[in-house]
């Protein structure tokens, strides 16, 4: 369908149990594709096989502004590959890739998307083991961005002190971010005065975990 339709613009095969065996025809129809501009693949079964085909796929396409592969089960080379093929992706405004199982061999893949692609103002990486190592180097992509519109890394083990290290990217001039979502990620009393700051100076949400020795701790939002 993809591959013969010159018309269709959207398309979602969201929850329709696809695996790594489909793969290859869908990264096929991306790749000859030249209309299709949003394509939702979430709440399928795609692992490794699927996450490098479809990566590859990603990084030559040069159409395609939106991706959703959330809620697959891409990990090491099938998430790096994915991370890869989004980085270099000329076009994409939009990529959802939360709950998967990136983990920390792809923070510093992430940081690279952050750092790298012009173009993307949406991404979410939530929920997918991004450990508190990773977050220097995220937030140093960070502090360089200037597209970034909104980020959610939230539902992550990224510790207090990492909280900080993104707020802290986030806080020069040339930050255009408009939403920064570290959903149960706690905070300290540091980072609330920060994020008041901030949000002080721009219109902007910022959604944390809680902070550390106030009442109530998840939830809240400046």
Same mark, same amino acid.
């Given at each position: 369908?993809?591959?013969?339709?010159?018309?269709?613009?959207?398309?979602?095969?969201?929850?329709? @149990?696809?695996?790594?065996? %489909? +793969?290859?025809?869908?990264? *096929?129809?991306?790749?000859?594709?030249?209309?299709?501009?949003?394509? %939702?693949?979430? #709440?399928?079964?795609?692992?490794?096989?699927?996450?490098?085909?479809?990566?590859?796929?990603?990084?030559?396409?040069?159409?395609?502004?939106?991706?959703?592969?959330?809620?697959?089960?891409? @990990?090491?080379?099938?998430?790096?590959?994915?991370?890869?093929?989004?980085? &270099?992706?000329? #076009?994409?405004? =939009? !990529?959802?890739?939360?709950?998967?199982?990136?983990? +920390?061999?792809?923070?510093?893949? &992430? +940081?690279?998307?952050?750092?790298?692609?012009?173009?993307?103002?949406?991404?979410?990486?939530?929920?997918?083991?991004?450990?508190?190592?990773?977050?220097?180097?995220?937030?140093?992509?960070?502090?360089?961005?200037?597209?970034?519109?909104?980020?959610?890394?939230?539902?992550?083990?990224?510790?207090? *002190?990492? !909280?900080?290290?993104?707020? @802290? !990217?986030?806080?020069?001039? #040339?930050?255009?971010? #408009?939403?920064?979502?570290?959903?149960?990620?706690?905070?300290?009393?540091?980072? =609330?005065?920060?994020?008041?700051?901030?949000?002080?100076?721009?219109?902007?949400?910022?959604?944390?975990?809680?902070?550390?020795?106030?009442?109530?701790?998840?939830?809240?939002?400046?």
């Amino acid at each position: 369908m993809l591959q013969i339709n010159t018309t269709l613009k959207k398309l979602s095969l969201a929850g329709n @149990r696809l695996r790594d065996k %489909d +793969a290859d025809c869908l990264s *096929q129809a991306i790749l000859e594709n030249r209309q299709l501009q949003s394509l %939702d693949l979430s #709440r399928n079964e795609f692992s490794d096989i699927g996450g490098v085909l479809l990566g590859s796929a990603i990084g030559e396409n040069e159409i395609l502004e939106e991706i959703n592969l959330s809620w697959n089960h891409f @990990r090491r080379s099938g998430a790096l590959a994915i991370c890869e093929g989004i980085k &270099v992706n000329a #076009r994409l405004k =939009k !990529a959802d890739l939360s709950w998967n199982g990136l983990g +920390a061999e792809c923070g510093k893949s &992430v +940081a690279e998307i952050i750092r790298s692609n012009g173009t993307l103002t949406h991404l979410d990486v939530s929920n997918n083991r991004i450990t508190a190592d990773s977050v220097a180097t995220i937030a140093k992509a960070l502090d360089e961005n200037e597209n970034l519109v909104e980020l959610k890394i939230g539902y992550n083990p990224l510790s207090i *002190q990492g !909280a900080l290290l993104l707020l @802290r !990217a986030i806080k020069n001039d #040339r930050s255009v971010l #408009r939403s920064l979502d570290l959903s149960e990620v706690l905070v300290d009393k540091d980072f =609330k005065v920060l994020a008041k700051r901030i949000s002080e100076k721009r219109n902007i949400v910022i959604k944390h975990g809680g902070v550390v020795g106030d009442f109530p701790t998840n939830g809240d939002v400046v």
